[in-house]
């Protein structure tokens, strides 16, 4: 198995989260919401692309759950993120605590 490293956060962090955010089929998810939070997800998941994409994948099944069909701070706030990136980056509190940054 190859070990690859994590993103740097530049032009090609915010290119992933673009693509991601296009394959969203979330009826009140309006285009741009994820891309306008690429520092805070680059954040909580150390730049971890599988970490980035567990944490996408599960605020969308929670936000069709709950009825709210989009991906907002606040409900990605509440995703816990895989254990790569609470070891690499901030635990839980921590990254409660950056949501304004």
């Known amino acids: 198995m190859m070990h690859t490293g994590n993103f740097p956060y530049q032009s090609e962090w915010r ?41 996408v994948r599960a605020a969308a099944i ?14 990605l706030a509440t995703i816990p993120v895989d254990h790569n990136s609470q070891v690499d980056g901030a635990g839980p509190a921590e990254q409660a605590g950056t949501a304004a940054a």
């Open 15 to 55: 290119s992933i989260i673009a693509s991601m955010e296009s394959a969203l089929r979330l009826h009140r998810h309006e285009p741009g919401m994820l891309a306008k939070q690429a520092r805070y997800l680059y954040q909580r998941t150390g730049g971890s692309i599988s970490s980035l994409s567990h944490l």
């Open 62 to 75: 929670s936000a069709i759950a709950d009825g709210t069909e989009q991906i907002t701070r606040k409900l």
